[in-house]
């Protein structure tokens, strides 16, 4: 086994087990979210579209970055800044649904944290768009990051 082999089946091993984290982390909070659902009313519609539109892009984000190290594991580098900035959107994604979901109101501090989220969408989406063409997971990347840079903007207004 040489050193990209290597390196390689590490990053596969360990996005994998991230994204399954996550998977299982979302799936166990099931009741919670009906809770929250329950009271959502009560909530700035901004808010609720920010974190359902933050959690599309961790979703389409986990699906394009398994399809980037699938790639890099061929040893096509063609994804390689693609990969880089679905890693920046889904973290910055996370702490938007997070923060969003637990609001009842903008705050000052939330809306410039979306702006900055949406920031990260922006790029995201402008580096997941020179693959659309070609890779359907990187188009619907795009498009999520597109539309939660939208609820980002709406919400930081």
Same mark, same amino acid.
């Given at each position: 086994?040489?050193?990209?082999?290597?390196?390689?089946?590490?990053?596969? !091993?360990? #996005? *994998? @087990?991230? +994204? =399954? /984290?996550? %998977?299982? &982390? $979302?799936?166990?909070? !099931?009741? #919670? *979210? @009906?809770? +929250? =659902? /329950?009271? %959502?009313? &009560? $909530?700035?519609?901004?808010?609720?579209? *920010? @974190?359902?539109? =933050?959690?599309?892009?961790?979703?389409?984000?986990?699906?394009?970055?398994?399809?980037?190290?699938?790639?890099?594991?061929?040893?096509?580098?063609?994804?390689?800044?693609?990969?880089?900035?679905?890693?920046?959107?889904?973290?910055?994604?996370?702490?938007?649904?997070?923060?969003?979901?637990?609001?009842?109101?903008?705050?000052?501090?939330?809306?410039?944290?979306?702006?900055?989220?949406?920031?990260?969408?922006?790029?995201?989406?402008?580096?997941?768009?020179?693959?659309?063409?070609?890779?359907?997971?990187?188009?619907?990347?795009?498009?999520?990051?597109?539309?939660?840079?939208?609820?980002?903007?709406?919400?930081?207004?």
């Amino acid at each position: 086994m040489d050193r990209r082999e290597f390196l390689t089946g590490a990053l596969t !091993a360990t #996005v *994998a @087990a991230a +994204a =399954a /984290a996550r %998977a299982e &982390a $979302r799936g166990a909070g !099931a009741p #919670v *979210a @009906a809770l +929250a =659902a /329950a009271d %959502a009313a &009560a $909530r700035d519609p901004k808010l609720a579209k *920010a @974190a359902e539109t =933050a959690r599309a892009c961790l979703d389409t984000g986990d699906a394009c970055v398994r399809h980037c190290v699938d790639l890099l594991g061929q040893g096509d580098t063609s994804l390689a800044k693609c990969l880089r900035t679905v890693l920046d959107m889904s973290a910055a994604c996370d702490g938007l649904a997070r923060l969003a979901s637990y609001a009842d109101a903008p705050t000052p501090n939330l809306r410039a944290y979306a702006k900055v989220c949406g920031d990260y969408c922006r790029d995201c989406a402008a580096a997941c768009k020179k693959h659309a063409d070609h890779h359907a997971v990187c188009k619907a990347c795009m498009e999520s990051c597109e539309e939660c840079l939208k609820a980002c903007e709406a919400l930081a207004a």
